[in-house]
């Protein structure tokens, strides 16, 4: 069957076209911890703990990712990488919120917050941060360092 007629077909039959299964839907966001590797999870679930005794508002928005989601960030220009360490797990983004307790991701604005999770991060618990990465600043990102040797 042509392209052609292929679209005519799921135009015909309108109704029975199936919505996007969730998983490969790329505008859907993971937040479960349990799709992390076990050792960030642990970690992950240290650092929301941190976050409300510093009474941070801040909240991990974004754990795992699929390729398909991957791939829509890229080509929003959210990301620049399809090699993310989300898609095995080994992130996660913490995101604060603003005084309306909406999401925010105004970095200039909300600075000293993004690095003080940076360095309860970094010092507290062993992770990379974005917000310490050169060529693009990624301020919610925290991922496992790659174990050497
Ligand atoms: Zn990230």
Redesign the pocket.
Known sequence: MGIIQYWKSVFKKKKEIKPMPKEVDPTRVCRSLDKLVPELKIIAQKMILDLKHHNIPAKIF?TSRTIERQSYLLGLGNTKTMF?R?LEGS???VVIYDEKDKWTWNYEKYAYIYQMIGVIGVYKHGLEW?GNWNTFK?Y??FQLPRKKG
């Open positions: 974004e993310s989300h992130a996660f983004d974005g990624d919610p990102h």
